[in-house]
């Protein structure tokens, strides 16, 4: 069995960063050959895929968001790490990390999601 587990602030002040630990457990994050990613849902909005982070510690970004964003990992952890810097009320949304399957990007497991809220 494999989960996920979102963690992080759960407000943060316009033009700060946003920091946000995925840690995942039954599963590690370098087994072949699976990504790792970031996906949110702003209110009464659809879903935003943001990014990725494969087992071998590439990473990929939606181009709407790759100018703010990071993502890492901590192997010896067993955690993902999202950034996302600037950030505005535009970016208030409930933010999920995900494990996607290599070579048919489908997504088997999610977290259950955190909210975080952008406000002065």
């Known amino acids: 069995q494999v989960q996920l587990q979102e963690s992080g602030p759960g407000l943060v002040k316009p033009s700060q960063t946003l920091s946000l630990t995925c840690t995942v457990s039954?599963?590690?994050?370098?087994?072949?050959?699976?990504?790792w990613t970031w996906i949110r849902q702003p209110p009464g909005l659809g879903l935003e895929w943001m990014g990725a982070?494969?087992?071998?510690?590439?990473?990929y970004y939606s181009p709407s968001l790759r100018s703010r964003t990071s993502i890492s990992r901590d192997t010896s952890k067993n955690q993902i790490t999202l950034q996302l810097r600037s950030v505005t009320p535009e970016d208030t949304a409930v933010y999920y990390c995900?494990?996607?399957?290599?070579?048919?990007?489908?997504?088997?497991?999610w977290g259950k999601g955190t909210l975080f809220t952008v406000s002065s």
């Open positions: 982070i494969s087992y071998s510690g590439s990473t």
């Open positions: 995900a494990r996607l399957v290599g070579g048919t990007d489908g997504i088997d497991y």
């Open positions: 039954g599963n590690s994050i370098t087994t072949n050959s699976y990504y």
